[in-house]
């Protein structure tokens, strides 16, 4: 098994990644990094694509989710009500879960190439692929790729931070602007900021209060465990995420302007 | 154990993940198998989530399918 996946999945970047060092970078591996990174996300980006799409789609359409759930109790009318309104704003048929299961080999050996660190394994490179004569690991001639690099792990929590804020906005934000979209959508919301009041009234077990206390700072945590683990791993690590991150927030970017051009 | 596991899928629909929103189910992948671990105990439960995954690709027709 971690054979084929060896075969399949690392060996092909991890050659791409040495074919780059050899013949585009000229030896740096820093920008090699980079650009493997960007060239094995522009892959999987049609796949990503149509998930980010509909992840956009299902926080306009929260609001409406909730009434149907209301309005009708019986789980299968309520799945066929839902899908009707998926298919009024577009985003049905959706990509489907095992289409993202299958990205993740592909993102766990792009991570796995930077992990087992910058030394050149001869026995992993294809034949018809020259190995670098000079490496130099010295990123701008600032950061040592193989060694920790605080800065880099800061950096890399940060772009975390900003992709999550990005992709999923406070809900505070969501209340205020389907306000000015509609008095009656503030006066549902309003109602259901008071039931939830009083749901909160009743006394909640502990896991109940963990699992919310988790969804409130999941978006804080997870930064900074990214941003520690970037930094105790290595600078190479560290540069991977900030890239990956940075390319997420460029096409969620580039999603969303193209929605509300759509919708215009 | 079966806490344990439900615990887990709970965690991970909190997670900013961006397989939450592409399932094509009705209830999602995850919610379904937190349905049947409940129902079946924890090994049929994840074999039959496994299996639920599986069936959850664009080319699928039935998009309701409750435990």
């Known amino acids: 098994?971690?054979?084929?996946?060896?075969?399949?999945?690392?060996?092909?970047?991890?050659?791409?990644?040495?074919?780059?060092?050899?013949?585009?970078?000229?030896?740096?591996?820093?920008?090699?990094?980079?650009?493997?990174?960007i060239i094995v996300k522009l892959i999987l980006s049609p796949l990503t694509k149509k998930s980010i799409k509909s992840q956009i789609l299902m926080k306009q359409m929260e609001p409406e989710l909730k009434q149907i759930k209301k309005d009708f109790p019986n789980k299968e009318e309520q799945a066929k009500k839902t899908f009707e309104l998926y298919k009024k704003y577009g985003t049905n048929p959706f990509s489907g879960c095992l289409v993202i299961i299958l990205q993740l080999p592909v993102i766990f050996a792009l991570y796995y190439v930077f992990y087992k660190g910058l030394s050149?394994?001869?026995?992993?490179?294809?034949?018809?692929?020259?190995?670098?004569?000079?490496?130099?690991?010295?990123?701008?001639?600032?950061?040592?790729?193989?060694?920790?690099?605080?800065?880099?792990?800061?950096?890399?929590?940060?772009?975390?931070?900003?992709?999550?804020?990005?992709?999923?906005?406070?809900?505070?934000?969501?209340?205020?602007?389907?306000?000015?979209?509609?008095?009656?959508?503030?006066?549902?919301?309003?109602?259901?900021?008071?039931?939830?009041?009083?749901?909160?009234?009743?006394?909640?077990?502990?896991?109940?209060?963990?699992?919310?206390?988790?969804?409130?700072?999941?978006?804080?945590?997870?930064?900074?465990?990214?941003?520690?683990?970037?930094?105790?791993?290595?600078?190479?690590?560290?540069?991977y995420w900030i890239v990956s991150n940075i390319f997420t927030i460029a096409q969620e970017w580039c999603i969303r302007r193209q929605l509300t051009r759509n919708s215009v | 154990m079966k806490k344990f596991f439900i615990n887990f899928i709970n965690l991970y629909q909190k997670i900013p993940f961006k397989s939450h929103n592409s399932c094509v189910f009705l209830p999602t992948?995850?919610?379904?198998?937190?349905?049947?671990?409940?129902?079946?105990?924890?090994?049929?439960?994840?074999?039959?989530?496994?299996?639920?995954?599986?069936?959850?690709?664009?080319?699928q027709k039935n998009h309701y399918d409750s435990v």
């Open chain 2, 29 to 59: 992948c995850s919610e379904y198998t937190k349905e049947t671990i409940l129902k079946y105990g924890v090994f049929i439960g994840v074999y039959k989530g496994f299996r639920r995954i599986c069936r959850c690709h664009p080319w």
């Open chain 1, 1 to 37: 098994m971690s054979s084929l996946w060896n075969t399949v999945f690392y060996q092909p970047i991890y050659n791409v990644l040495i074919f780059i060092i050899t013949n585009i970078t000229f030896g740096d591996v820093g920008f090699a990094i980079i650009l493997v990174t």
């Open chain 1, 120 to 239: 050149i394994d001869a026995s992993l490179v294809y034949s018809f692929i020259q190995t670098p004569t000079n490496l130099h690991t010295n990123f701008l001639g600032l950061i040592e790729m193989g060694s920790q690099s605080i800065f880099l792990g800061v950096f890399a929590g940060v772009t975390q931070f900003i992709q999550g804020y990005l992709s999923s906005p406070v809900k505070v934000k969501m209340a205020k602007s389907s306000e000015a979209r509609s008095p009656d959508a503030s006066k549902e919301a309003f109602r259901e900021i008071v039931k939830e009041s009083e749901l909160v009234d009743k006394p909640k077990t502990f896991q109940e209060q963990l699992s919310d206390s988790m969804q409130m700072n999941i978006r804080y945590i997870l930064p900074v465990f990214i941003a520690f683990i970037a930094w105790k791993i290595s600078a190479a690590v560290a540069l």
